[in-house]
């Protein structure tokens, strides 16, 4: 009976790995381009305003959403929340919102940026998100850019921001604020209207219907508007789902769920709220992504997968090394890490048929570690979560493998806002950690002449708004210029090497892509932020910042005073050996004329307050060179 049952559970393993058909082109002996094809059609009618309804009419007793009320999660069904989602629509109708109007979200992820999303697109309208911690400028921009004639903002301090920002534009936006009860104002604005207007405008969006204008982060100049339509949105969601929702569940035997913690102004957190509502899988919110906020959330809402940035998974190891060396183990935390990595390459070989896989005494060791160190990491992380997806930037090797050996398998992904997030991701059952995988079903993947990536498929976008010289530079016969260079292994697998506009060239004429580098320095503690310099420069240097919440810690283990000043530890003989420590494992990865030869350690960080990081976390590196200047000089002086 057991036999059968571990046959059936292979031959299903085996059906699920093998769903999401991929053609392998080459050229000269070299994969050149590779295409998935689709396991969901593509939509030829409806839009993503019909998702809560349709999931009202067929389980509206099925919870979709999880609210928090106080220390408790209450379940939402799907009939209430489709009923929530028509009372703020009628609203938005009532106050004067017209089919295609375009209402901007200016608030941290939360239950109402869900229902408002939905809201908006059942208007008939398109939204506009807006990061939370967006300048007046910004924010004047986008509502200038965009034409948005209506906004709602979470709270007095964004409320604040945004009429610093109405007095740019010729006629402020209709205003309201969530925590001023901007829901229950919409629902009882719209009380009177039939539904029958909702249910109108809804049918009369299409695939082809603007859903949304997300503007990029602008590392490098203003923010462009990418119009994405309904039918951007359904391919990206839909092909998701398939691809990853039946492992999800069948082979944990788990119901999925998930807590939503990345920015909705993000693309990734709005598809994959979308996905989730899609699929009637249970979701979540979490307003902020650092460690101590979302730790508690984790370990009350106990999700079985999250989908996160690098910055998480590596202040999760570094939060699990501070704990052992606070209590005097730092030493068998290391063991474990080391053992957690030899562990998780050789059963990684077993599960992709390529080798034995550990022997009894790596078993043994690891056994030791689970007890002591990774079943501790999962506690962290609610106690049930078997899996997690990672993008924005690669995730280090080691620490993927880390993770694999703790019991929660990392699937990596790349995107961008053009292609309405995730372009690629690691299929699964076939993980390969250090790659960024497979084109998402539905979309090929190809490498031009001088090695950057092109994506193109359903989930690509059709322009950039009021931009068409933008738009004609990345568009070509279909296939999207992502600005990023990459390379495909001889299985199709993606490496993303680096942004084609930050690759450095020193006075010796050797090509560095700093992407490498900056991703393995800032993975290791006590490393905050870093931007890698050398262009035009006779080597490769690092401005290197300190983690606030790395530098209590290391203090407190040297007996240091807590109020040390940063200044002073920028200048220490120890702190400056650790960091070269760090210096040195990010120089593992590429040959000697690539590597980072100095290095500086510098006072404060990079926040989007003080404008060197952007709304998504990335290193503004003009701003960065131009604030450091003199740093930078004194590195070749």
């Known amino acids: 009976m057991g036999v059968r049952k571990d046959l059936r559970r292979a031959r299903r393993r085996a059906d699920l790995a093998g769903r999401a058909a991929v053609e392998l082109i080459r050229e000269n002996g070299t994969v050149r381009e590779v295409r998935a094809a689709p396991l969901a059609r ?25 609210r928090k009320e106080g220390e408790d999660w209450r379940p939402v069904t799907a009939a209430e929340f489709a009923r929530e989602v028509t009372a703020v629509a009628k609203g938005l109708v009532a106050a004067g919102l017209e089919p295609g109007g375009r209402v901007a979200v200016m608030s941290r992820t939360r239950y109402e940026w869900t229902v408002l999303d939905f809201a908006v697109w059942a208007a008939g309208g398109q939204s506009v998100p807006v990061y939370a911690t967006s300048s007046a400028e910004q924010i004047a921009w986008i509502l200038s850019d965009s034409g948005a004639r209506f906004a709602v903002v ?6 604040a921001t945004l009429a610093e920002a109405a007095r740019r534009l010729p006629e402020p936006p209709r205003t309201w604020r969530i925590d001023g009860g901007a829901l229950r104002e919409l629902a009882h604005l719209g009380a009177v209207m039939p539904d029958e207007e909702i249910t109108a405008r809804r049918g009369a969006l299409g695939p082809d219907s603007i859903a949304t204008l997300c503007y990029t982060s602008g590392t490098t100049g203003r923010p462009k508007g990418c119009v994405l339509t309904h039918g951007n949105l359904h391919a990206e969601a839909a092909n998701t789902v398939e691809l990853l929702h039946p492992v999800f569940e069948e082979i944990t035997g788990q119901t999925a769920s998930t807590l939503l913690f990345l920015p909705l102004a993000h693309i990734l957190g709005r598809t994959i709220q979308l996905a989730c509502l899609l699929a009637r899988i249970e979701l979540g919110h979490c307003p902020g992504i650092r460690p101590d906020e979302l730790r508690p959330e984790l370990r009350s809402f106990r999700p079985t997968f999250v989908v996160g940035v690098p910055y998480l998974f590596e202040k999760i190891h570094d939060t699990g090394r501070a704990t052992a060396e606070s209590i005097g183990r730092g030493a068998s935390f290391e063991r474990a890490d080391r053992i957690a990595v030899r562990f998780g390459e050789r059963y990684l070989g077993k599960f992709l048929g390529r080798s034995r896989g550990p022997g009894p005494g ?8 689970d007890l002591l160190v990774y079943r501790r990491v999962r506690k962290e992380l609610g106690g049930r979560l078997r899996y997690a997806i990672s993008g924005g930037s690669p995730l280090d090797r080691r620490l993927n493998l880390f993770f694999y050996a703790a019991g929660i398998i990392v699937y990596e992904g790349y995107g961008l806002t053009e292609t309405t997030a995730a372009a690629t991701i690691i299929p699964p059952l076939a993980p390969r950690p250090g790659t960024v995988g497979l084109p998402v079903p539905g979309t090929a993947i190809r490498i031009a002449d001088d090695g950057e990536v092109l994506v193109e498929g359903g989930i690509v976008f059709g322009s950039y708004w009021n931009d068409p010289a933008a738009t004609a530079e990345v568009l070509d016969g279909g296939w999207f210029a992502t600005g990023d260079l990459g390379s495909l292994d001889d299985e199709g697998y993606l490496t993303i090497t680096g942004r084609k506009k930050d690759i450095l060239v020193t006075s010796g004429g050797k090509n560095v892509s700093p992407a490498v580098l900056e991703d393995r320095l800032r993975s290791r503690p006590p490393v905050g932020q870093c931007v890698v310099v050398g262009d035009n420069r006779p080597f490769v240097a690092a401005l290197v910042t300190l983690d606030p919440e790395a530098v209590p810690h290391w203090l407190g283990v040297r007996g240091r005073p807590a109020d040390t000043p940063l200044t002073e530890l920028c200048d220490d003989p120890e702190m400056i050996a650790d960091v070269g420590e760090a210096v040195g494992y990010a120089n593992q990865a590429v040959s000697r004329a690539e590597s980072i030869r100095g290095f500086r350690l510098v006072a404060g960080e990079f926040t989007e307050e003080n404008g060197l990081l952007t709304p998504s976390l990335k290193v503004r590196r003009h701003a960065v060179a131009e604030a450091y200047k003199a740093e930078i000089e004194a590195l070749y002086g």
């Open 42 to 66: 593509p939509s030829a009618s409806g839009s993503a305003a019909d998702i809560p309804f349709v999931n009202a009419e067929e389980a509206p007793d099925s919870v979709v959403l999880r």
């Open 362 to 369: 790596l078993y043994l060791a690891w056994a030791l570690y």
């Open 154 to 159: 979470e709270n007095d301090g964004n409320a």
